[in-house]
């Protein structure tokens, strides 16, 4: 055990809720395991991390927070494997991208050790939360956020890091439907669309209340200039096959580089499966849906890994995306869930025992 790993103060919860947990029914993000991991960040450095009872914060109306939105969050997931060994999915991953959003919205960025330690740490304590039912696991929310006072527009002097966790079912998306949008933007050159920080997810929900209005679930984001350009879905990359290739488009300000993503392009160069990266515009997959090309879209994130679109507005024209027996959805998805349940060979070594 290293330094930090022995340094971390637990302080255990007298009553633990597990017995009230149904693990063969749980829902997504909304049941919450015993303990949490907190650190923070005053007088200029990141002071000793502690788990304890999940519990809620308390913070002082004048916290920056509250006003000019300095907060930003990962989201991975713990597996059990049928030896009771605990894996995560390259999260090393979402440390790097912590301290990514977390340098663009000028908040302190977070030793490795305070993440990695204190999230395994985290998931010692509360190992028994880690489901172990086919599709089910672990979701882990590591956050940072400005706990620092003041009404005054400028970055805060205090923050907290916090680690929540919420043991998750499998995550059905169904077949979604989704709009191609053609007034809002998710993102901008310049902007902070590329870090995971939380107002970005606020700008979202009015444009997808719209779209749900309309009957579809779910927006396909396009580039703020134009609206020519297929940029994400939803919360999701975005995949798009067309023949037999697979497409998606490079990351930017205004496309996130989620490890999904970049795992699924892996896994098609390995297996041997044709993939772009490129920009693609709307117009080529109006095309390809009119002229039968258009064979699969689906969205890539960790929450769901794939999710599979079934059709598509635009214009106010419908799409509808061919029923394939075999898909790139089905194959990617059984492939990731694979390696990070431990079920097969790991030629990438993107999983972590814990
Ligand atoms: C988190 C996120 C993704 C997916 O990232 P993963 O690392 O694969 O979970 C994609 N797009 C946006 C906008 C996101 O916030």
Not at 155 to 169: M, R
Not at 303 to 329: N, Q, R
Request: proline share 5%; with cysteine; net charge negative.
């Amino acid at each position: 055990m290293n330094t930090l790993m022995s340094d971390i103060k637990i302080t255990k919860t007298k009553t633990t809720k597990i017995h009230d947990v149904d693990f063969d029914n749980l829902n997504f993000g909304r049941t919450f395991s015993d303990h949490m991991l907190v650190c923070d960040f005053k007088d200029g450095k990141w002071q000793s991390p502690e788990i304890v009872p999940y519990q809620a914060i308390v913070l002082d109306p004048s916290a920056k927070i509250f006003h000019y939105g300095q907060s930003v969050f990962e989201g991975l997931k713990a597996y059990k494997d049928t030896d009771d060994s605990v894996w995560l999915f390259r999260p090393l991953e979402n440390f790097k991208r912590l301290n990514i959003s977390a340098k663009r919205l000028a908040m302190p960025e977070l030793p490795e050790e305070i993440f990695m330690d204190g999230l395994k740490a985290l998931l010692k304590v509360d190992s028994e939360w880690i489901p172990k039912k086919e599709g089910s696991s672990l979701y882990i929310r590591p956050f940072i956020f400005a706990s620092g006072n003041g009404f005054h527009a400028s970055p805060a002097d205090e923050y907290k890091f916090v680690i929540a966790l919420a043991p998750s079912g499998a995550y059905f998306s169904g077949n979604v439907k989704v709009l191609i949008e053609e007034t809002y933007s998710r993102s901008a050159n310049g902007g902070v669309g590329f870090a995971k920080a939380g107002g970005n997810y606020a700008g979202q929900f009015y444009p997808t209340q719209l779209a749900v209005e309309k009957g579809y679930q779910q927006v396909i984001w396009t580039d703020d200039t134009n609206h020519e350009y297929i940029e994400e879905a939803g919360a999701m990359n975005i995949f798009i096959r067309i023949n037999d290739t697979l497409i998606t488009g490079p990351t930017s300000d205004r496309i996130l580089d989620g490890i999904t993503r970049k795992s699924i392009i892996d896994i098609a160069k390995a297996e041997g499966i044709p993939v772009e990266v490129r920009k693609i515009t709307v117009t080529e997959v109006v095309n390809a849906a009119k002229d039968g090309s258009l064979k699969e879209m689906f969205g890539a994130g960790t929450a769901a890994v794939v999710s599979p679109i079934s059709g598509f507005g635009y214009k106010g024209i419908d799409y509808d995306l061919p029923e394939l027996k075999e898909t790139y959805a089905a194959f990617i998805k059984k492939y990731i869930t694979d390696i990070q349940t431990n079920k097969s060979e790991d030629p990438f070594g993107w999983r972590v025992k814990v």
